[in-house]
């Protein structure tokens, strides 16, 4: 029988992407001692980029409760293979392929119970997906729309286009939503939307919806909504890379709005359970919000890029190689 327990002797070789000033990131060394008795050593094979929270954070501008302090870890979405588990896990075992949150770093010590394990069956893509469609789908199950209601979703970048799947894989009928950006506009269509409209599409005010998520970080699209919706309709915000202030609109009040914020996931593990059944079993457009791919090496100029605005993906994907 193979041994599982990770060897008391040795450290292992780790490069973490750090934060050491707005704009300015660097790859530093350090050693990973074995991993503790509850704990796993992870190799990262593929990484995500989260641009909404992470960029701002990138940039110097995140607003946020309490000031930056660097030098700062960067990511939260990794995917790595097991190199060795401590004494007391036993769910787990060297080779196998798990999501966790240790962001942007060759190799991790992580706990085993926030290690999600990934079926075989499922593409490395995927499964970091499961990360933010947990995180969304907290925001869903908060305003828990019947199937029956129409709902609206403003902003499909990563976080609407995953709330878009959500919605539909929870069986909500009619969801529409509006994005500015007519290249997303198929793939909004493809992963299920009623109706995918340009802003200046929407009235100036109706009362169409009984519940929205607001998820483009933007003051506009924000007002858009609340002047969209039904009296007592229910919002959630799910985008947390806000670039302005979001603000109540006349509407807010004269409707009588309910609203509420989500933030992270409701419960990683049980979502993960159901998330990668569901997409074995309804195969998804899902892979699709990748549509850039990277690797680790070209971490440092990916995040520039992004910066100055001259590439603008949906989600980027990091496939990590030999340093």
């Known amino acids: 029988m193979e041994d599982n327990t990770a060897s008391p002797y040795g450290s292992t070789p780790s490069k973490s992407l750090l934060l050491t000033a ?29 641009i909404g929270s992470e960029l701002p954070l990138y940039c110097g501008t995140a607003r946020a409760s309490q000031p930056t302090r660097y030098p700062r870890m960067t990511g939260y979405e990794s995917l790595g293979i097991v190199l060795a588990c401590g004494s007391s896990v036993q769910h787990l075992h060297r080779g196998d392929r798990v999501v966790s949150f240790y962001g942007h770093r060759t190799h991790s010590i992580v706990p085993a119970a926030k290690a999600l394990l990934v079926p075989d069956s499922i593409s490395d893509a995927l499964a970091l997906l499961a990360i933010l469609t947990c995180d969304t789908a907290k925001g869903v199950r908060k305003v828990a729309p019947s199937y029956d209601e129409p709902v609206l979703i403003t902003g499909a970048g990563a976080i609407g286009l995953l709330t878009l799947f959500i919605l539909k894989a929870y069986g909500v009928s009619i969801v529409d939503v509006v994005e500015p950006s007519a290249e997303r506009h198929a793939l909004t269509l493809h992963l299920g939307a009623s109706r995918v409209m340009h802003p200046r599409e929407m009235p100036p005010s109706s009362e169409t919806y009984a519940a929205a998520f607001e998820c483009s970080s933007s003051a506009e699209a924000f007002a858009l909504l609340q002047h969209n919706m039904r009296p007592e309709g229910r919002v959630c915000i799910l985008a947390d890379g806000n670039r302005e202030p979001l603000v109540l609109a006349p509407a807010f009040h004269e409707k009588e709005l309910s609203i509420v914020a989500s933030s992270d996931g409701w419960d990683y593990q049980a979502h993960a359970a159901w998330y990668f059944n569901e997409v074995q079993q309804h195969p998804s457009h899902l892979e699709r919000l990748f549509d850039l791919h990277v690797s680790s090496n070209e971490l440092i100029a990916t995040f520039a890029q992004l910066a100055t605005g001259s590439i603008h993906p949906i989600k980027v994907l990091v496939h990590y190689e030999p340093f």
């Open 22 to 50: 707005a704009r300015r990131l660097a790859w530093l060394p350090m050693d990973l001692p074995p991993p503790a008795s509850h704990e796993v050593l992870l190799q990262t094979c593929t990484g995500a980029i989260s």
